[in-house]
């Protein structure tokens, strides 16, 4: 029975997509209103199928896990941040310092006749 319901959803999007190439003299809204419904049909049929139900069910669980998640203060954010910059600034100040070292002693080995 599974196997005939996600056929029936490969015939509902091919259905959909036919339906946008038929009505190739039709207006654009139209034409869009027959993929539309070829993937709200597929959606609702996917859904009734194994594969969807254990889908819909991830989907619940992971709702009901971000309502447990606990999100910074505003303080907190603003500290974080601001911890992030001023690493992101000493970085790139030592990554400059030893680019311009590197580069100091290339010119000096260049600059010597062997």
Do not use: H
Request: include cysteine; hydrophobic fraction near 55%; glycine fraction near 6%.
């Amino acid at each position: 029975m599974n196997k005939l319901k996600l056929g029936l959803v490969f015939i509902f999007i091919l259905t959909g997509v036919v339906g946008f190439t038929y009505l190739s003299e039709s207006a654009m809204v139209v034409r869009v209103l027959s993929v539309l419904a070829g993937l709200l049909l597929a959606a609702f049929v996917a859904r009734y199928t194994t594969q969807g139900e254990n889908f819909y069910a991830f989907c619940r669980e992971s709702s009901e896990e971000t309502k447990k998640v606990v999100w910074p203060s505003r303080k907190e954010t603003l500290q974080m941040s601001g911890v992030v910059f001023a690493f992101v600034v000493v970085m790139a100040l030592f990554l400059w310092l030893i680019d311009a070292a590197l580069m100091s002693i290339v010119r000096l080995m260049m600059d010597q006749d062997v």
